[in-house]
């Protein structure tokens, strides 16, 4: 990864400061056109202190979000299934030396934890663990997958299971592979190397270096969808959007594509600012997430309950298409089992009060797994959501998704709300025999048919 080093983002940080308005204009029409932005691109629109391009930098990513996306949300849940870990990540409670009480769910408990995340309505987990080869060695993950996917209930089951454990060789890359995984996801955490040396002191994670190269050994074992992310907070948010988009690039470039997704996890006050000096404000948050959609429109970008209520909202206005509902960050957190947490959660409403506000703003839940299901990852994916179409099938879907929701969770009063919902959504599809399949489909649902996508 030539470009993805120190020396590079401060040369481009530095170089973006003495951008002309003439240029940043120019930038703010071609993101404007749904093509994207450069790295250049981006750290000029990070640099500048112009409220005006600020705003207009909003405004886009609002536009941009609505055009590929329209109003749909993904909804997922994080299943804590071990907290063992060897590594000392300082910004986690499930760091070696933190003193908690360990705990790895038996197949049972998984069962158990996966039961109730069910009743919530979910169809896609990710799977989430410690690394502690001897405590809970990949085998034991892969039980944990087989077992969420052999889950049958009445109607329901988890239909897509994403996976966010440790980095690992393209062997046990092509193992999670062979176990039909949704997305690898991996966060670098911080990618300036001091920083990422400072509070990652021991265990395997300490190395840098394998740690950044993981996405390529898991494209190279066929991964194809991968989720990347940084713990914003640790080092200059600046730098570290700039890093996201090299790592990005440099997959595109190797191996034809990108990200599928992208988390902004964030150190928040409530973590302790003056252990962080680059905590990052709600308006530079804000900022750079905008920044990262007009950068990477077509990525999906993913927001976890450490964000409040209200920074969740604005987050979807300008880019976020991806979101947790109800989550629990301990392990036997859902069935009461809980152990100490990973981090401290901003949102804690439970899932269908969060369908209900989203459905009161106007945006749709999503519980769609289809692009995984039709076999839609990877460049596949890619290829249709550059090709702008990705919104026709994300809202039929998500509408289906939602009708089956209400049948199978909601009660009367959330089913008067879910069918005003879909009645005006349904309109918003523009091809009039995708209208009428969803509307037989619809009826299909109510006839007492599942799992119906196209
Ligand atoms: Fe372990 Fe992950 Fe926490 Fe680091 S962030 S201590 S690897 S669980
Ligand atoms: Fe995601 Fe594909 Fe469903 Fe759209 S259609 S919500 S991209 S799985």
């Not at 309109?427 to 119906?452: C, F, P, Q, V, Y």
Request: proline share 3%; hydrophobic share 40%.
């Amino acid at each position: 990864m030539t470009n993805l080093n120190d020396a590079y983002i401060n040369g481009l940080l530095q170089a973006a400061a003495n951008i002309p308005d003439n240029d940043i204009e120019n930038i703010l029409a071609k993101a404007a056109n749904f093509q994207g932005l450069t790295h250049q691109e981006a750290a000029a629109l990070l640099m500048t202190q112009n409220e005006a391009y600020i705003n207009h930098t909003f405004e886009i990513a609002g536009k941009i979000k609505k055009h590929i996306y329209g109003d749909r949300i993904v909804i997922f849940a994080p299943l804590y299934v071990s907290d063992h870990c060897i590594n000392r990540c300082t910004y986690c409670g499930f760091r070696h030396d933190s003193g908690i009480a360990r705990r790895k769910l038996t197949q049972d408990e998984i069962r158990a934890e996966v039961a109730v995340l069910e009743k919530m309505g979910h169809k896609r987990l990710a799977i989430e663990a410690g690394e502690d080869p001897s405590n809970c060695p990949l085998d034991y993950i892969l039980e944990c997958i087989d077992t969420i996917y052999n889950m049958k209930f009445e109607n329901g089951e988890i239909r897509r299971v994403n996976i966010n454990i440790a980095a690992s060789s393209v062997k046990d890359y092509r193992r999670l592979k062979d176990a039909h995984i949704g997305t690898y996801i991996l966060f670098q955490e911080t990618y300036h190397r001091p920083t990422y040396e400072k509070v990652h002191p021991t265990g395997p994670k300490s190395d840098y270096d394998y740690h950044l190269t993981a996405f390529d050994r898991a494209m190279e074992a066929g991964i194809d969808d991968v989720g990347a992310g940084a713990l914003f907070g640790l080092y200059d948010y600046k730098y570290e959007t700039l890093a996201l988009m090299l790592h990005n690039e440099h997959l595109e470039n190797h191996f034809g594509v990108g990200f599928h997704t992208i988390s902004v996890p964030r150190i928040r006050s409530t973590d302790g600012v003056s252990k962080y000096p680059h905590a990052v404000s709600d308006k530079d948050f804000l900022r750079l997430v905008a920044i990262l959609r007009m950068a990477v429109p077509f990525t999906g970008m993913i927001v976890s309950s450490r964000e409040t209520p209200e920074m969740r909202r604005q987050l979807i206005q300008i880019g976020i298409s991806q979101m947790s509902a109800g989550s629990r960050t301990a392990v036997g957190g859902y069935s009461g089992l809980a152990n100490a947490a990973q981090f401290s959660i901003a949102d804690h409403r439970d899932a269908q009060e969060i369908i209900y506000w989203l459905m009161e703003e106007g945006t749709l839940p999503s519980f769609c797994t289809a692009c995984y299901r039709q076999g839609r990852s990877g460049d596949r994916f890619m290829t249709l959501a550059k090709s702008g179409d990705i919104k026709n099938v994300c809202l039929p879907n998500g509408l289906l998704t939602l009708k089956e929701y209400a049948l199978d969770y909601g009660d009367d009063r959330f089913s008067v709300l879910a069918d005003a919902l879909i009645s005006k959504k349904l309109a918003d599809i523009d091809s009039e025999n995708t209208r009428h399949l969803i509307e037989s489909k619809l009826i299909d649902l109510s006839h007492g048919k599942r799992d119906l996508f196209i």
